[in-house]
């Protein structure tokens, strides 16, 4: 095709072109073990069955009082679910299983140290811990059912006895990631009305000590020349007792929890019965533009939702060990870390560190040591074991009988590695598709019930109708090829009623687009825009390929960067690839391709030409990169996210911005040294 012919596509369509996958299917062994093996489920969640079917997931709680009212649409699109039900998250995943399991582990914090013992902390010892800090919220801290609570914590046993103390009382809690900086904090604490910030003085990352308190004193600075005091900051030691942090404690403002504990021994807090439609936490999810968005979730559907997709996607029993390798600081951390597993009373994990520290066969020992038999981590993290540790899984004796992705969509060739080796071939995959706003997952394979597919999402969840719409709101059909904008029919309960202070901005960002009836109460009317690309296949299994952003208008074919970024992958020399648009005077766009290597294999041109050989023959001569750039390392943010916005910066030649919170600044230079001798 010439460079001066268009084809006509959408602006919400993306031209695919990949293969769909073979199917690989459960084993009989997980069948017989499995939480859901009764395909009627789909039927029990079809929209003849709505909203009422989801009273199955609101029944794995314990109520105080039940609803009067599943759906309550009458401030459409802010859905009420479960209303007139009062509940308490802190009694369903705590005081709840102390009859059965009080002896059990509740809590494996691994330090990241190895050596530093694990600490194992009992349903009964959670109980106890909860119960003291939540007095010392309620009585020193001053703080009452409704008042917002900014934590700024790392991956510490200490983050969910927290956010448990809160919910016990009806605080609305608001955990910042522990990566992120004073300003971001600030920015949190100023948004919420926060008056009372809790914090860790330090924790380690690729075994360094870090001074985690500095970020609480340059948030506060900050919050207060933007209107709003904190009065009092409550400082977990990540060593009881001992001072880990250079940065001194202010008098009268800052306080050590390990110290005012001494005056709360033996305290105990009554549950506070919480109306289901009251919030239980904020989280912070960053706009394209502006301010961050905060994301306002309930107590009753959301706690109902991440314990019903935690016991039937991800298969949780009360007898499993199970390991999201995430950070609490994103809504992962919160529905499939604390609130999901402690809801079924399983034992979950919390890793302090980074997954490669000291080396790449630490994930599979902690795996050995603790009997995990249930893991859960995001293609970035999958992406850098595969590159760095290929062959450690096999040298280690775990079993996983399940295993999830999470978080962006997983390229076939990285999902046959992560089942043949990580899962030893025995474990199932589920790869999921949710998102901060959706409080729980949104598609995936049923564990017993749907065949995998590589690269696939699978199909919805029950009780989850998706539709994809093109620009014009016209459905694409399973099947079609086209790719739009996939959004979901009906409403679900783990939905975020709301962004915090800003219902006209909730309104516009994620329902106004295809909503008919401004006025309406049905909620027919108002499909949720999730902002994703997807495509359907002729099974009905979804394909998400990111972002609709994440896309490259070349000559009018508009590309998924996901799928170029796949292709890419398919050459075995391959570890990461990050694809971003290049502007072109005849084309619009052109993509440009940033590959990290596996160890031991050496760059050279050949290889790159190979690369780009590879990618039109998946895809297609249109999908030929302008370059391919072969980098010692992508850079990354502290989460491990690779930053395209930085790549596309240095391919357009443009300025960088402030790269000094990436986990590696000093790539960025090396990577544009490279470009400038090319």
Not at 6 to 27: D, F, K, N, R
Not at 269 to 281: K, N, W
Not at 543 to 552: A, E, F, K, S, T
């Amino acid at each position: 095709m010439s460079e001066k012919e268009s084809v006509e596509t959408s602006e919400a369509q993306i031209a695919v072109h990949w293969q769909e996958e073979e199917y690989y299917y459960p084993s009989a062994k997980f069948i017989a073990q499995a939480n859901m093996t009764d395909e009627t489920i789909y039927e029990r969640f079809s929209l003849d069955n709505f909203p009422n079917c989801y009273k199955e997931y609101a029944d794995l709680l314990e109520w105080y009082e039940y609803w009067h009212t599943i759906l309550d649409t009458s401030d459409a699109p802010c859905w009420k679910w479960f209303v007139g039900g009062k509940v308490n998250a802190s009694y369903n995943c705590v005081d709840r299983h102390l009859k059965d399991y009080k002896n059990k582990t509740a809590i494996h914090f691994v330090p990241e140290l190895e050596n530093e013992k694990t600490e194992h902390i009992t349903y009964q010892e959670l109980y106890v811990r909860v119960n003291e800090f939540a007095a010392i919220l309620r009585d020193f801290a001053g703080l009452k059912k409704g008042d917002r609570v900014t934590l700024h914590m790392p991956m510490c046993a200490e983050l969910p006895i927290t956010m448990l103390a809160c919910a016990r009382l009806g605080i609305i809690h608001s955990e910042v990631f522990g990566g992120f900086s004073g300003r971001a904090c600030a920015d949190r604490i100023v948004d919420s009305q926060s008056r009372v910030l809790i914090t860790m003085d330090a924790y380690y990352r690729s075994g360094k000590l870090l001074d985690h308190k500095q970020n609480a004193d340059i948030a506060l600075k900050l919050a207060e020349e933007d209107g709003q005091v904190v009065d009092k900051v409550l400082v977990w030691q990540r060593y009881a007792g001992k001072d880990s942090s250079p940065t001194p404690m202010v008098e009268n403002r800052d306080y050590f929890v390990n110290d005012l504990l001494k005056d709360y021994y033996g305290a105990r807090v009554d549950p506070v019965p919480i109306p289901a439609e009251d919030p239980l936490f904020l989280m912070y999810t960053s706009g394209t533009t502006g301010k961050p968005k905060g994301c306002q979730h309930s107590t009753g559907g959301y706690l109902a939702y991440a314990t019903g997709t935690s016991k039937y996607i991800l298969d949780i029993h009360p007898e499993d060990v199970y390991w999201c390798m995430a950070d609490i600081g994103w809504i992962t951390g919160h529905s499939y870390i604390v609130y999901g597993p402690l809801s079924l009373g399983a034992s979950t994990i919390i890793y302090e560190g980074v997954p490669t520290y000291p080396d790449a066969g630490r994930a599979w020992r902690i795996a050995q040591d603790l009997d995990v038999n249930i893991f859960h981590t995001a293609p970035t993290a999958i992406r850098a074991l595969r590159k760095i540790g290929p062959d450690e899984p096999a040298k280690y004796d775990y079993h996983f009988k399940h295993m999830t992705t999470v978080g962006e969509p997983i390229e076939p060739e990285v999902w046959k590695w992560y089942h043949k080796e990580v899962g030893k071939g025995e474990a199932i995959i589920v790869d999921t598709w949710w998102q901060t706003e959706t409080g729980g997952f949104l598609c995936s394979t049923m564990p017993a019930l749907t065949p995998m597919k590589p690269g696939s999402a699978g199909p919805a969840l029950p009780g989850i109708h998706p539709v994809i719409y093109d620009e014009e709101g016209d459905v694409l059909e399973a099947g079609s090829g086209k790719a739009g904008n996939i959004c979901i029919q009906n409403p679900w309960p783990g939905a975020f009623q709301t962004i915090w202070g800003d219902r006209d901005r909730f309104v516009s960002t994620y329902y106004e687009r295809y909503n008919t009836d401004p006025n309406s109460k049905d909620w027919r009317d108002w499909p949720y825009l999730t902002g994703d690309a997807a495509v359907q296949a002729e099974d009905g299994y979804y394909r998400i390929l990111g972002r609709i952003d994440d896309v490259i208008n070349v000559s009018g074919h508009r590309l998924g960067t996901k799928e170029i970024e796949s292709a890419a992958l398919v050459c075995a020399e391959v570890a990461e690839a990050a694809v971003v648009p290049v502007n072109h005077d005849i084309k619009g766009k052109e993509p440009d391709l940033y590959i990290a290597l596996k160890p031991g294999i050496d760059a050279s041109d050949e290889l790159a030409k190979k690369i780009s050989d590879t990618v039109c023959d998946e895809i297609g001569k249109i999908a030929k990169p302008k370059g391919v750039w072969l980098v010692a390392d992508m850079p990354k943010t502290r989460s491990g996210k690779i930053m395209r916005r930085v790549l596309a910066s240095i391919s357009n030649d443009k300025d960088v911005g402030d790269v000094t919170t990436l986990a590696n600044p000093e790539i960025v230079t090396e990577i544009q040294e490279m470009m400038k001798k090319k």
